[in-house]
């Protein structure tokens, strides 16, 4: 038999949201910098196991309305020079990349624009993400937006607009992934019933363990099994233990941030949670979001979205992306076959992944008949 750590060599591994472009861009930093409130860095990457990390491009609300695409393409234009310098990197659009880079003992960098407000409501310039590398788009962050709400904010729409199926529509079209994490319940119904192709959670846990909005219920776990998608696990301390994320909900949260160049939005944020004393969660929650999933929704349905980088706290165990080891020998632990393991780990994700681009490539050979 073997052991935790060679199977958790030998998987491939993928984390469905890093938001350590974002921690690069406020510090004016490069992955091999030393950063002692890293979670994750060039370092950490290599020990972690991980063979695919989807670098966030993340467009703090603040820029909705007010240059939201300038700040995303800031992003984009980061990640894809960082995943360029260093050898044991390789940047990555589609399935057979994150293979080839197991198969060469690199970690795959890949894009996710995070915050639909990114797009500044024009399809070229979602067009024109995907050209750059981009492969899914959180619908919204903690903001509704011109066309899609979020479960952080007030529903503006009931859910999704006629333009927020169009942009799904496109996105399938483009064989780009449809990210709902952050959306609001009724918007998740709506995306689903118009969507063609499987849609992911990125980075989202289980509410039934964590009363948190930003989780998904037990009927959404279901619903997006039936829809071919993923639900990958986020290691939020508050969206993990029900304890912590009360103290967090309770309290009275900072202002809204003003732009993260000219005042330290994220650094007063973590000094607010930091003054909450909220207990500690374990990487034991983790799992048990894990197992509820993969009870509810289906072993073929779960994977990993750890939000290193982009989260105040992490559970004790599970501090940095070093640790991710841990969370294959849990799993295990608690009974899962290597072959469960390895599907959580990243061979839903993949699946669910190379869905989605056959279903762009599938519509473009149906088109390609109909013109003949």
């Known amino acids: 038999m073997r052991s ?25 930093l490069h992955l091999d910098d030393h950063d002692p409130g890293a979670q994750v860095d060039l370092q950490t990457l290599r020990e972690s196991g991980i ?56 970690v795959a960098i890949l894009i996710g624009v995070e915050g639909g407000h990114a797009i500044e409501d024009s399809l070229d310039t979602l067009r024109d993400f995907y050209r750059l590398g981009a492969r899914y788009m959180t619908l919204t962050h903690v903001n509704s937006n011109n066309w899609c709400d979020s479960s952080g904010d007030k529903g503006r729409h009931g859910g999704l607009t006629a333009f927020g199926r169009e942009v799904v ?21 709506q995306v689903i019933e118009t969507t063609r192709a499987p849609v992911v959670a990125t980075h989202s846990s289980c509410r039934a363990l964590t009363q948190h909005p930003r989780n998904m ?3 959404m776990l279901r619903t997006l ?9 986020n290691f939020f301390s508050a969206f993990v233990n029900g304890d912590v994320a009360r103290v967090m909900m ?16 994220w650094e007063e ?46 559970p004790e165990g599970l501090q940095t992306a070093a640790s991710l080891p841990r969370v294959t020998e849990r799993l295990l632990q608690r009974g899962l076959s290597e072959s469960d393991a390895g599907k959580i780990l990243g ?26």
């Open 269 to 314: 944020f973590l000094d607010w949670f930091d003054a909450l004393g909220a207990p500690k969660a374990s990487i034991e929650d983790v799992i048990d979001h894990i197992v509820h999933a993969a009870e509810i929704a289906g072993i073929d349905h779960v994977g990993i979205g750890s939000d290193f980088d982009g989260v105040p706290a992490l």
């Open 169 to 189: 529509h496109t996105m399938n079209d483009l064989g780009m992934i449809v990210d709902v994490s952050h959306i609001s319940d009724k918007a998740f119904e």
């Open 217 to 219: 219920t037990d009927d």
């Open 4 to 28: 935790p750590n060679d199977i958790h060599r030998r998987a491939i591994i993928v984390d469905g949201h890093c938001d350590t472009p974002y921690r690069l861009l406020r510090h004016k």
């Open 51 to 106: 063979t695919a990390s989807f670098f966030a491009a993340y467009v703090p609300p603040y820029y909705a309305d007010r240059g939201a695409a300038g700040f995303a393409y800031q992003a984009i234009d980061l990640i894809r020079s960082e995943a360029a310098k260093y050898p044991d990197l390789r940047f990555c659009t589609d399935g057979a990349g994150i293979r080839e880079a197991k198969g060469a003992g690199k």
């Open 347 to 372: 061979g839903n994700f993949l699946r669910a992944f190379e869905k989605i681009e056959h279903v762009k490539s599938s519509r473009h050979a149906d088109r390609g008949r109909t013109t003949a």
């Open 225 to 233: 099994a039936k829809n071919g998608g993923v639900c990958m696990i």
């Open 250 to 265: 309770g309290a009275h949260k900072p202002k809204t941030p003003g732009p993260w160049d000219d005042r330290a939005d």
